[in-house]
């Protein structure tokens, strides 16, 4: 039995010496054997580690070693040999360690490993190979059909392959940080992306996506994603959920059929670069004016001329719905689809803030203004041919009250 790895062989006396290790594993394969001889009938089994420069590699009794600890990707062994005590730090895909692992552990309480084991002979260069952390595929005939991609993949890169669906082999690259699936024919997402926990870099330029889920938005994406290109496809509307992206600081939209952002758009308090060039906005969130970004490209999207007269849907007196949703956002009591309906989680979700920081559903006046885009970034793309920065903005009010304050801001 053989395992992929990392590993790191730390002395317990380079501390005493003054010495600190380097902190870096070496490309290793671990190898599990069995050895039986006349004068022992009883196999015994040896833990063996081949690194490219030693190939050959150094062998342990597994009976010598001492277990330390255990994480997911993570292992500790203590060898005892030649009375130096050493620790090793194997790091692997993790359901191919714990498969090695538990195979080494029945070894070491004397079990018949059933699994076959390899004989003691010197490991292939081949067999390194697979420590491969970049692969860059641009065409259909260099695509795998028959060979996985290797496991310990992090840039992973298929454009103009044709791809009409992500490929659930690489959904399996649990070390994957850039996946980059540009010029294909994707038309949907599955949401086991979102089980790539350490991915940073999701490249899906020129595709042919209509949306992007909201259990994409709700995954663990959320702590890691960083970069997410989605220009050229055909997204008309991301959902509110998209928000919860909050790492993001890198968002491209250039080149889709958008006819809105997310309405809560700032509170992708990371993103500094923003692009939606080309696409269908007629007018910016009020929330857009919560963002602090160091580039803007909103260069030819259909803005409308802001409206002279607000739309006023104000109710008095206020229905139940609405003082019971506005006492809610307010003091930010916990809502979810287990204790109310789901479509009151969306009223909810989507509801409108006024500029005095409260919040209204279905009672408000709506003004449209002009806001010049260098407020909320340092470098802004020209809207439009004719040298303008400048871009029509909504802006709510939760009574008659804060619009007559605010009425100065829509002259
Ligand atoms: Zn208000």
Redesign the pocket.
Known sequence: MKLQCEVEVISRHLPALGLRNRGKGVRAVLSLCQQTSRSQPSARAFLLISTLKDKRGTRYEVNAIEFVMGRTSMYALSPVEFIILQLLFIQANSSSLKGFLSAVRLAHRGCKVDIPVSTLTPVKTSEFENFKTKMVITSKKDYPLSKNFPYSLEHLQTSYCGLVRVDMRMLCLKNLRKLDLSHNHIKKLPATIGDLIHLQELNLNDNHLESFSVALCQSTLQKSLRTLDLSKNKIKALPVQFCQLQELTNLKLDDNELIQFPCKIGQLVNLRFLSAARNKLPFLPSEFRNLSLEYLDLFGNTFEQPKILPVIKLQAPLTLLESSARTILYNRIPYGSHIIPFHLCQDLDTAKT?????F?LNSFIQGTTTMNLHSVAHTVVLVDNMGGTEAPIVS????L???V?SSDMLK
């Open positions: 006024c500029v005095c920081g409260r209204c709510y009010f939760c009574s009250g804060c619009y304050n």
